[in-house]
């Protein structure tokens, strides 16, 4: 049976990348984004656009939606990058990223839990700014320490699913050449989400709860 993956910010980027590497497996692929792009639509994909993770209308548009699909594998992967520093902080980014990449991931959770399979897998795109003892270079306040909260909720999440089966996944992609950063990466989306895909599909019970890069090394909190 064909099995389900359903992917946040999914119309541009790593989201793209990694609908384009699930496609090729055959998955039966539902692309999630706010607003939809020419790539994205050229892949032929179920989209649901208006689907801003971090709003409770945008949520109920997914629901709504996805109405009972079942979900072998749900990928948080929406995100944004802001620029804080001492000196020149801005709460209002700060609390924007909190938003979008720690509360909204595990509210995505939360909605859609009861469609998640026995033995799905949630994998959550985080970033090793988000790691704590690999800090050596300050700065980027409110994007560590959403991704820090990301951590700390995929941990949780880890442990409160076991039960059924459905193991988490945290991944850093790796500095990858998007919108985000400018393209200034050091490796391709593609290269990424073949990775990360790579990844995700090997995810068991035996690795949930396990922060890793997407070259497969295993990072520090």
């Not at 997914?62 to 020149?88: C, F, Q, T």
């Not at 902080?89 to 938003?99: H, P, V």
């Not at 988490?168 to 989400?193: C, E, K, R």
Request: charged share 20%.
């Amino acid at each position: 049976m064909t099995k389900t993956v359903v992917i946040t910010g999914a119309n541009r980027g790593i989201g793209l990348a990694m609908a384009r590497e699930f496609n090729a497996l055959n998955y039966n692929v539902i692309a999630l984004c706010r607003q939809s792009s020419p790539s994205l639509r050229q892949l032929g994909l179920t989209t649901i656009e208006d689907v801003d993770v971090a709003t409770s209308e945008g949520r109920d548009v997914m629901v709504a939606a996805l109405g009972l699909v079942k979900i072998d594998i749900l990928i948080n992967n929406a995100g944004i990058l802001r620029d804080e520093s001492l000196g020149d902080l801005n709460s209002d980014t700060i609390r924007e990223q909190f938003e979008v990449n720690a509360l909204a991931p595990l509210l995505v959770v939360e909605a859609l839990d009861a469609q998640l399979v026995s033995g799905a897998k949630v994998a959550l795109i985080t970033s090793r700014m988000g790691s704590i003892a690999d800090n050596g270079s300050g700065g980027r306040y409110g994007y560590r320490m959403s991704k820090a909260a990301l951590n700390a909720a995929g941990m949780s999440l880890a442990k409160d699913l076991a039960g059924r089966e459905i193991s988490v996944g945290l991944y850093h992609p790796g500095y990858v050449q998007t919108d985000m950063v400018g393209n200034n990466g050091d490796i391709s989306a593609q290269t990424a989400a073949s990775r990360l895909v790579g990844l995700i599909n090997e995810q068991d019970m035996s690795q949930t709860g396990v922060f890793k890069h997407s070259n497969g090394e295993i990072l520090p909190w």
